[in-house]
């Protein structure tokens, strides 16, 4: 189990610290945990709308997967610790976050952290953000991996979230209480809720302005052509981004790109059935560590080995 | 599984007492949700009124004297969806259901009805009371 807390007095192998990146002219302080070997491959992860790495926990805790990769997971600025820059004044606008900021940001931690040939995982915001990377900087990673990836997601991009007679942390988490699969186990899926809550005023929206608003990639997936092999995973539940979001995408990129439908998982793998992504995600990285595997397009409980209970019977 | 039929008078009884024993609904705000809201399942319409995160009444068929914020509507089947112990994708929970509903144009889902700021004012305990029909229906 990748959930149960260390004993008393027992030091998690995981890392945190800071590092500086420059985004677009400012300097920002930024936030990332890691484990694994220097000299492994590095994974960067990126975490879903108004959240922060902490989503990603529970595959730095890992032992696995941070055998061969140098697992990293890094909070966007003004998410989680990393805080907003003292040299602007960021109160006096709305936070919002553009296609084209979003991929210099990623793009700029990657090169801050002196990373070569990065594999890229993001979920939400962060799956979707893999055909920008891929479009704009084709030869920057050695794999980009799209979790709840669509061409577009309309839908959410809501003032209520920034609305002062609603409350923001009540809704930012629970209006993504239903994008889970009920088959996870209730304290990862109330773990995310909670992580959720941490947000500030105005975030989530924020970055929803990019989930809905200024990503649509329709008729442009021909431009999408990195030197690399992409892998868009989407899970059964997931309502805003369905597999057949992913199938689109993947068909849409060409050759180089995989689509799997997640059976009985939804928006936020990574978290909220950290168990069962970790068995799906297994194929994709021994395909990018160069081993011999054949990646299915379609991966369920049964498949992979995990007894969970109410799961959807195979095709 | 609920000895009773779905949406009968003897089943919103027991839901009333699920929710009135709800741990979860007597806490973190839970226990200020007042709004009163309906549930349209097929042609057939019950308000629950809510008075301090607990059902006070359920009236069927209310009328003209009858008050409420918001709601959910959808057909037998879907409400059968989503009261299942493991619900199917997309009828799981409302947000699901309402979006496949509102954005992607389906048909078969639920979708959420009423004063949008209330619904959003009080979404989690109100998200909380629809599960909670899942709970009394597997009971």
Redesign the interface.
Known sequence: MTIKPPEHGEKEPVTGQYIGVEIDGVNQRVYYEERGPEDGIPLICQHTAGNHGQEWRHILADDEITEDFRVIAYDLPHHGKSLPPTTQDWWEEDYTLTEEKFAETIVSIADALDLEDPVYMGSSIGGNVVLQLGDWHPDRFRALIGLECGVRS??YYLD?FH?P???IA??S???????M???GPEETRRETMHLYEQGSTGLFRGDLFYYSVDHDYRGQLDQVNPECPVYVMNG??D??T?PADAREVAEGIGDQATAIEMKNIGHFPMCENPDLFLKYLKPVLDDIKGEDVDVPDEMSPETVGVDL??ATADD | MATTEFASHEWWESYRETVNEDQEMKVR?HDNFDENFYVEIGNSMFLIEMDGGEVENVVPEPGVNDVWSFGVEGSREAWEEFVQ???P??N??????D??T???GEDGHLELKGN??KI??N??PF?RALDLMRETQQS
């Open positions: 309309p839908g209520w609305h007679e609603v409350n009540e809704i988490a629970y209006s993504c209480w239903g994008l699969a009920p088959h059964e539940y309502f805003a369905d209970p109410g | 705000g112990e493991y619900p994708a997309h799981n929970e409302i947000i699901a259901s979006y496949r509102a954005v992607k949008n700021k959003w004012q979404f989690r998200q």
